[in-house]
């Protein structure tokens, strides 16, 4: 099977580079993908909006998805980006899987309050993250995500989603929990918090842990690796 994978804040294709071997392995065909904006530190990114990143992952849907339906993979603030795709090609995805994220509801923003600088958001200094979302990233880690980090173009963060098509809802999905467990989401849907709403409206929905924390693909990503081939084994 196809699988896009779509990366988080500051990141490129590469930061998957860890659990591509084992998708491979299992005989389907990944394709890491770098949005624009982050080809390099020196790419120009004033003018590139959070629609701009959905509509790139549109068309790597498109280009794969002309015999049989993908799997759509995001992370972190690639979840977002990934749900606005599955809304515009809500019949060319077999499963859409966040990893450390979710769909973002109608008119929200992925996260507005990051620090930007001249268009861009730069990769905070680590004490804007909490404890837990730093849990596995040792000193070498974080100097190796630092030295590869690429600035968000500032209006992917701060753009409100724009959803059209209710057959998103179809989509089958799977959320890998990392910060935070699959039976606190669930607690977060009972309570209707915002930041599920979205997901509380998908017919089917898998809820797998994976603890660590936001990073995955770097402080475990065996692990996960694991956990995207069983979730794209179960799209097939």
């Known amino acids: 099977m196809d699988v896009i994978l779509v990366p988080g804040f500051w990141l490129d294709a590469s930061s998957w580079d860890a659990v591509l071997p084992a998708l491979r392995a299992a005989g389907h065909r990944p394709h890491p993908m770098t949005l624009p904006g982050l080809e390099s530190r020196e790419a120009d990114r004033s003018g590139i909006t959070l629609r701009d990143h959905v509509a790139a992952v549109v068309a790597e849907i498109d280009a794969h998805a002309q015999s049989a339906p993908v799997v759509v993979v995001g992370h972190s603030g690639g979840g977002p980006i990934v749900h606005g795709a599955v809304d515009a090609r809500p019949d060319k995805v077999a499963r859409a899987i966040y990893v450390d994220a979710g769909p973002l509801s109608e008119g929200a923003s992925i996260n507005p309050e990051l620090p930007a600088e001249n268009g861009e958001i730069p990769l905070p200094d680590w ?24 600035p968000t173009p500032e209006r992917v963060a701060k753009d409100p989603q724009q959803l059209s098509d209710e057959r998103r809802y179809d989509v089958p999905i799977t959320i890998i929990t990392c910060e935070f467990t699959s039976d606190e989401m669930r607690k977060m849907i009972e309570s209707d918090h915002p930041y599920t709403r979205e997901v509380a409206k998908v017919r089917n929905v898998e809820m797998v842990d994976l603890p660590t924390g936001h990073w995955p693909q770097f402080s475990e990503p065996e692990k996960l690796a694991d956990l995207l081939v069983s979730a794209v084994n179960a799209a097939g």
Do not use: K, M, P
């Not at 004490?127 to 630092?146: I, M, N, P």
């Open 127 to 150: 004490s804007l993250f909490d404890e837990q979302s730093l849990v596995g990233l040792d000193d070498e880690l974080r100097a190796q995500f630092r030295a590869r980090a690429v």
